[in-house]
């Protein structure tokens, strides 16, 4: 266990004026494999103009939380807090909670103990569940590495965290499309569930993210994030996405086989495969800076780490030009 550092700035995917700056010749268009963003985005269906030009109803919010619990396995759609992505949530639900001791489990993404620091906790490092906290956060299947936790033991954490008046907070971004088990089933007192819109539809730029919880604390999420805090167009395009359950069938076939096809090419690399999801690799290699600066010479933006060197993060390509480059450099 280890105390968590003051603040500092925190490297995200999908900086693309960063990568122009690390490499202002590289041909363009740039392939950005930074993020684990579905390549192949969800057709949003068509939109009546009246979306942009009012404000969003009681009644469209609730349809959306309605497909959201749907979707997430909620019994009860109260237990439904729908937000401008995840990220707010993660911020929003410290400011919430009182002062207490955050067991974060890592390494994972460092959005989590930044803003429980930044909301005045005591937050630590943590390795596994087992920690001497109050609130503990966890990242199902965690990113960067894919590490993931099976639900009956989750479930034992957030009572035991409960019976003392703590927290189990489940990152749930990447479950989409994955066979992890889902808490947002086995939503109870001491648990929020967070899951993501953008990465699993591919349009992180609809900003669409929701919190489960029981009904209280998510009507709590929900007052804290104030009246329309989802726009209508993204009120619409996630109640249709969600209620596709062909769609993310479908997506989660495909982008396994393109997660097992990007495998093979990292291999033949000379890497090697650590973990990930279906919408991201991340492998070890032993040139892993040289490999970085190679890609990003040829206009390809992976994923580094300063604490890891040789590790390297790969989103997937979105055509068979895209393939085609990435392939190329890794030969």
Known sequence: MGSVSEPVPIAHGGDLDAAR??????????????????????????????????????ADLAALNAAAARAY??????????????????ETLPRLWPRARVAVVGPTYA?????WGRAGHSVVAVSTLDAEADVVVVVNPNNPDGRTWDGATLRTHAD??????????????????????????HLRPGLVVLRSFGKTYGLAGIRLGFALAEPTLAGRLA??????????????IGRAALADAEWRCAASVARGADAGRLDRMIARAGGRVVGGTLLFRTADFPNGP????RLGAAGIYVRRFAAAPARLRFGL????????????VLR
């Open 21 to 58: 700056t690390l490499f202002p010749d590289a041909p363009t268009p740039w392939i950005d494999l930074s993020t684990g963003i579905n390549p192949v985005p969800y057709p949003c269906p068509p939109l009546e103009a009246s979306v942009f030009h009012r404000l969003p109803s009681s």
């Open 73 to 90: 396995g909620v019994a009860d759609p109260r237990g439904i807090a729908a937000a401008p992505g995840t990220q707010i949530l993660i």
């Open 111 to 115: 959005e989590h103990a930044a803003a």
């Open 160 to 185: 035991r965290l409960a019976a003392r008046g703590g927290l189990l907070v489940v990152d749930e971004a990447f479950a989409d499309l994955e066979t992890v088990d889902s808490l947002g089933p």
């Open 223 to 236: 007052e804290a994030l104030g009246p329309w805090a989802v726009s209508g167009p993204a009120l619409a």
């Open 290 to 293: 040289e490999l970085f600066a």
């Open 317 to 328: 390509p979105a055509d068979r030009t895209e393939w085609c480059r990435l392939s190329r």
